[in-house]
């Protein structure tokens, strides 16, 4: 299972059932967004840089027979029983990342945990695409029941404003919003520490601009 919410917009809102065949998903992009059964999954992989801190950590929760039997061409630091039996120190730790993720850890328990978590994060996407679904000046090209509550596309109803929408934007204190070379448009990032009001603030900002041109 890959969770591409990143690019596209999109996400699972649910685990998928496979059997006796083991599930593995790139969470990325998602992780502590909302509570999860990691007993339902055989390996979650994450890089750290979008919900748990500066880039250069990575998380892995595999279950433990899926460890060992690699493959003799596997990359040393690719076999994940190097790190388990490293205890996860088998090259040198990234310590200040490793701090600011605790810290993060700390400020997720502080706001009520994954399960407050999720319903900021409900709360903030479901703002962002009403505004987006009230509008004939706004589409999001994502199928409601796959859209990710941490990563918003959307296009303009011309191309040719997407150039002073995204000056526009930027003069208003919002950034960042170019949608992937990929797959164009426009794409606001509301991970978990977006706070309510950013997405108040772009809301605001996309509805008086619709008004303007």
């Given at each position: 299972?890959?969770?591409?919410?990143?690019?596209?917009?999109?996400?699972?809102?649910?685990?998928?059932?496979?059997?006796?065949?083991?599930?593995?998903?790139?969470?990325?992009?998602?992780?502590?967004?909302?509570?999860?059964?990691?007993?339902?999954?055989?390996?979650?992989?994450?890089?750290?840089?979008?919900?748990?801190?500066?880039?250069?950590?990575?998380?892995?929760?595999?279950?433990?027979?899926?460890?060992?039997?690699?493959?003799?061409?596997?990359?040393?630091?690719?076999?994940?029983?190097?790190?388990?039996?490293?205890?996860?120190?088998?090259?040198?730790?990234?310590?200040?990342?490793?701090?600011?993720?605790?810290?993060?850890?700390?400020?997720?328990?502080?706001?009520?945990?994954?399960?407050?978590?999720?319903?900021?994060?409900?709360?903030?996407?479901?703002?962002?695409?009403?505004?987006i679904d009230e509008s004939s000046f706004y589409q999001c090209p994502t199928e409601r029941a796959s859209r990710s509550r941490m990563n918003?596309?959307?296009?303009?109803?011309?191309?040719?404003?997407?150039?002073?929408?995204?000056?526009?934007?930027?003069?208003?204190?919002?950034?960042?919003?170019?949608?992937h070379r990929s797959v164009g448009g426009m794409r606001a990032s509301i991970y978990n520490a977006m706070p309510e009001e950013g997405v108040?603030?772009?809301?605001?900002?996309?509805?008086?601009?619709?008004?303007?041109?």
């Open positions: 299972m890959s969770v591409k919410v990143t690019i596209y917009g999109t996400e699972y809102h649910y685990t998928p059932e496979t059997g006796n065949v083991p599930l593995l998903t790139d969470a990325s992009s998602n992780i502590l967004s909302r509570p999860v059964d990691v007993s339902r999954f055989g390996m979650i992989y994450a890089g750290a840089q979008k919900n748990i801190g500066p880039s250069g950590v990575t998380v892995v929760i595999i279950r433990e027979d899926l460890v060992g039997g690699a493959m003799d061409l596997t990359p040393t630091m690719f076999n994940y029983e190097t790190h388990v039996k490293g205890e996860s120190m088998y090259n040198t730790p990234p310590t200040y990342a490793i701090y600011i993720a605790g810290l993060v850890f700390e400020w997720l328990k502080n706001k009520g945990g994954l399960e407050a978590m999720e319903r900021h994060n409900i709360r903030k996407a479901e703002k962002l695409y009403a505004c918003v596309p959307f296009t303009l109803a011309k191309p040719e404003l997407d150039e002073p929408f995204l000056k526009e934007a930027k003069a208003a204190g919002l950034v960042t919003l170019k949608g108040d603030a772009l809301v605001s900002f996309m509805k008086e601009f619709e008004k303007r041109v």
